[in-house]
C-alpha cells in the first residue's frame, strides 16, 4: 500500500524547536525553504499533507496557508485523536500514513504510522522508535529529507520530474 497522507509536527521537525518573542510579544519562527519545496512537490504528485502540532501559532496558520496544505490543526494535545479523525474523512488507513516528530508529544502519532521518521535531533524515545531516523536536524532540512525519502521508496521520481516540467 502507497503512503497517501504525510502528518508533520512543527516545533522541532518543520523548525528548529526555538521559539523567539520579540519585546512587542510577537512570536518568531524561521522554517526551511527546502521543506516547503519538497511539501509543495509531495502535494503536486497528488499525496495530502497534514500539520498537527501542540502549540497554537498564526505563524503556523501562514506558513500552512502559503503552501497549500489544506488540513493543518494547532494546540492539539491528543494528536492521536486527531490523526483518527483525519484519516476518517480521508477514508484511509495507517497503512497509508508516513508521520514525522520529534519528541513524546508526537509518540502515538508515530507509533501508528506504517513509516516514522526523526529528525537527528529528536528526543532518544522518539528517536527509539521511528522506522527511520534522518541525517538533517529539525527546521535544518529533516521534511525534505523525509519526503525525498518516500519519493524514492515509493518510486515517484519520475513522476516528480513531470510534475515540475513546464508546461
Given at each position: 500500500?502507497?503512503?497517501?497522507?504525510?502528518?508533520?509536527?512543527?516545533?522541532?521537525?518543520?523548525?528548529?524547536?526555538?521559539?523567539?518573542?520579540?519585546?512587542?510579544?510577537?512570536?518568531?519562527?524561521?522554517?526551511?525553504?527546502?521543506?516547503?519545496?519538497?511539501?509543495?512537490?509531495?502535494?503536486?504528485?497528488?499525496?495530502?499533507?497534514?500539520?498537527?502540532?501542540?502549540?497554537?501559532?498564526?505563524?503556523?496558520?501562514?506558513?500552512?496557508?502559503?503552501?497549500?496544505?489544506?488540513?493543518?490543526?494547532?494546540?492539539?494535545?491528543?494528536?492521536?485523536?486527531?490523526?483518527?479523525?483525519?484519516?476518517?474523512?480521508?477514508?484511509?488507513?495507517?497503512?497509508?500514513?508516513?508521520?514525522?516528530?520529534?519528541?513524546?508529544?508526537?509518540?502515538?502519532?508515530?507509533?501508528?504510522?506504517?513509516?516514522?521518521?526523526?529528525?537527528?535531533?529528536?528526543?532518544?524515545?522518539?528517536?527509539?522508535?521511528?522506522?527511520v531516523t534522518l541525517s538533517?536536524?529539525?527546521?535544518?532540512?529533516?521534511?525534505?529529507?523525509?519526503?525525498?525519502?518516500?519519493?524514492?521508496?515509493?518510486?515517484?521520481?519520475?513522476?516528480?520530474?513531470?510534475?515540475?516540467?513546464?508546461?
Open positions: 500500500m502507497s503512503i497517501e497522507l504525510i502528518v508533520l509536527d512543527v516545533d522541532g521537525t518543520m523548525t528548529d524547536s526555538r521559539i523567539s518573542y520579540l519585546e512587542s510579544g510577537d512570536e518568531v519562527k524561521s522554517f526551511n525553504v527546502k521543506d516547503g519545496l519538497g511539501i509543495v512537490s509531495w502535494m503536486r504528485l497528488g499525496k495530502k499533507v497534514a500539520i498537527i502540532t501542540g502549540r497554537s501559532s498564526k505563524i503556523v496558520a501562514r506558513r500552512a496557508k502559503e503552501l497549500g496544505i489544506e488540513y493543518y490543526y494547532q494546540g492539539i494535545k491528543d494528536k492521536r485523536k486527531v490523526l483518527n479523525e483525519l484519516l476518517e474523512k480521508l477514508d484511509i488507513s495507517y497503512d497509508q500514513v508516513a508521520t514525522i516528530g520529534d519528541d513524546l508529544n508526537d509518540y502515538t502519532m508515530l507509533q501508528d504510522a506504517a513509516i516514522s521518521f526523526a529528525p537527528k535531533d529528536a528526543s532518544g524515545e522518539v528517536e527509539r522508535i521511528a522506522t538533517k536536524k529539525g527546521g535544518d532540512g529533516a521534511v525534505r529529507e523525509m519526503i525525498d525519502y518516500l519519493i524514492e521508496k515509493e518510486g515517484l521520481t519520475k513522476e516528480l520530474y513531470r510534475a515540475w516540467s513546464v508546461k
